[in-house]
């Protein structure tokens, strides 16, 4: 089965805008995932892909493909299930998998990991996830504890899992759902990530934190 993978850029950002043109330690937030998806040596090919006419130059310099999305898949409006279609729609691949620049931190053994579930024989989708055990509620009701016979240690509790979107990915099996709308179902592997994969990028105070954490996770390396 061939893997590819997307590296979606919209323009029009509008909580941070411009969000993927911000330079971390001398590179752009899309060209650390770039580069990221050219060393993991997990896919046969790479695409931007975007609403910017301007980053095929940026494909070209590294070696990668472009797919200048259509502005109607670019707009606040857009989901992510229809840039999914649209692309099974217009190229050929068995495997596709969004690699999300909004985490810029993760590594790039989470992606390797990610890819490496798609082998499995019923894989269809997947999605990935950090673990988090806190004490949680839903609509003021403890989930993962109860008042009762003395609080819970955080460590004995059972941990919420939750989305990070930090790669995501889909059989080709699952266009009929994609067409319809339908992003994952219940038949989607969750997969864990490092706690790299959890500082996403958002707003501004979000880069200021992982600016300083992206020169000190890298200074050790």
């Not at 770039?34 to 070696?63: C, M, P, Q, R, W």
């Not at 279609?85 to 992606?111: A, G, H, R």
């Amino acid at each position: 089965m061939s893997n590819t993978c997307i590296i979606p850029v919209r323009k029009g950002s509008e909580r941070l805008p411009k969000k993927n043109y911000k330079i971390l330690e001398g590179k752009s937030i899309l060209e650390i995932a770039i580069l990221k998806a050219i060393e993991s040596k997990v896919f046969v090919e790479i695409y931007i892909n975007t609403d910017d006419e301007l980053l095929e130059k940026v494909s070209e310099e590294y070696g990668i493909k472009f797919h200048h999305r259509d502005v109607n898949l670019a707009n606040s409006d857009a989901t992510s299930d229809q840039v999914v279609f649209d692309f099974f729609n217009t190229f050929n691949c068995s495997n596709l998998f969004w690699l999300n620049t909004v985490s810029p931190l993760q590594t790039i053994e989470d992606i390797q990991n990610f890819v490496r579930t798609s082998k499995k024989q019923d894989w269809k989708s997947g999605v990935s996830y950090s673990p988090s055990y806190v004490h949680s509620f839903h609509e003021n009701t403890p989930i993962n504890f109860e008042w009762s016979g003395g609080f819970a240690k955080t460590q004995d509790l059972k941990p919420i899992d939750c989305l990070n979107y930090a790669m995501m990915g889909w059989s080709s099996s699952m266009i009929p759902k994609l067409k319809d709308g339908q992003l994952f179902d219940e038949n989607t592997t969750l997969v864990e990530s490092s706690r790299w994969s959890n500082y996403l990028l958002k707003t501004q105070e979000d880069f200021e934190i992982i600016k300083l954490l992206y020169k000190n996770l890298y200074k050790e390396k």
